[in-house]
């Protein structure tokens, strides 16, 4: 880069026409002038980034710490319901690398007050429906979606390469399962699971606290689903969003420390 160049002049020079500029990962609508080492991505609208751009991007936001921990990460979603849809949304657009959904149910037109699928995806298996979904946020992940019913004999070797696990169950006798799977067969493998997010209460109630040596709860504990009390999308999005981070705080070594919550 000649010295005195600026953003604009790099701009018409590399891809003119380009109308998004992003120096250093925020955007920029004036020109100003660039220094040694300054990055800069150009994209014209519509134009989908390469996933080197996508990836400088990201890169910038996180951190090169945080997003090299992240990108190499192995994540698995019990559960692709209001909860696991939600935390996979989240992760995908946090970059991590490669997520392993398992639900075994279709998509229903009940799930679309909470869950992170489309009306026109509507019969299809939650597991299919929510990798295309997130193939649009982020086509440069790896995404397994694994149509399958869990249960205590098959959930060790499901989960066995994964580094971290979300337990993102509606029914109880799931969640118990898993719990007892995991502590079993995969006790160094950190979990983190929910209960107690139904209903409309304070969202402050909602709270991630570890509860065993590798288990992280997240929820009230108390406000389960029942006749006149549901699971609505803002308390279920809380939950879920507490679960996203606790997995990226585990990813980077942060929620594992003695006595801190996630």
Sequence with gaps: MAAGTTLFALRDARKPGADVL???????????PLSEGDEVVLIRRGEKPSEEELRAQMVSRHGPGVHAQVEKAF?????????????????????????????????????????QFFIDQLGELK?????????????????EALNRCLTLENIPETFAACDVVAECFDRADMK???AIAMRQSLPDTPLVTASGLAGFGPSNTIRTRRVF???????????AARPGRGLLAPRVGIAASHQANAVLRLLLGEAQKDGEEA
């Design 22 to 32: 992003i120096l250093n990962g925020y955007p920029f609508a004036e020109d100003v």
């Design 127 to 143: 597991v299919e429906a929510l990798k295309a979904n997130l193939a649009r946020i982020n086509p440069y992940i790896r995404v």
């Design 75 to 115: 994540v698995g979603i019990a559960g692709c319901g209001g909860l696991g849809s939600a935390v996979a949304v989240a992760l995908a657009r946090t970059g991590v690398g490669h997520l392993l959904l398992v639900d075994f149910d279709v998509v229903e037109p009940s799930n679309l007050n909470r869950q």
């Design 213 to 223: 040596r590798n288990v992280w709860l997240v929820g009230d504990g108390e406000t």
């Design 176 to 178: 118990r399962d898993i």
